[in-house]
């Protein structure tokens, strides 16, 4: 499966964006997706992952009750919400999939495929 992110974008803080990962192929129904970001001169971080089915979500303590994952199949896509965002919340955001198990979870090594990123600044 390749992934698409878009989305991100200049915002101030307290604005929202809305980050797509579109994917391509036809069973994409069939992969959980994480999102992730890395800061300039950080580690890559788990922000939220999504099972199959949408019917489970998990967030990082950081961005829980302001950020929200969903996922469309039918258009091969998962969105994340990012509402009251922060300067904190500035990073490149990358969307991860993967089809062995029903929920990725936090652990990027769990996932074997990966977005190329969208950029994501937040201005004070």
């Known amino acids: 499966v390749q992934l698409q992110a878009s989305g991100g974008g200049l915002v101030q803080t307290g604005g929202s964006l809305r980050l797509s990962c579109a994917a391509s192929g036809r069973t994409f129904g069939s992969y959980a997706v994480g999102w992730f970001r890395q800061a300039p001169g950080k580690e890559r971080e788990f922000v939220s992952a999504i099972s199959w089915s949408g019917g489970r979500t998990g967030y990082a303590d950081s961005v829980k009750g302001r950020f929200t994952i969903s996922r469309d199949n039918a258009k091969s896509t998962v969105y994340l919400q990012m509402n009251n965002l922060k300067p904190e919340d500035t990073a490149v955001y990358y969307c991860?999939?993967?089809?062995?198990?029903?929920?990725?979870?936090?652990?990027?090594?769990?996932?074997?495929?990966w977005g190329q990123g969208t950029l994501v600044t937040v201005s004070s």
């Open positions: 991860a999939a993967d089809s062995s198990r029903y929920y990725g979870g936090s652990d990027h090594t769990e996932y074997a495929y």
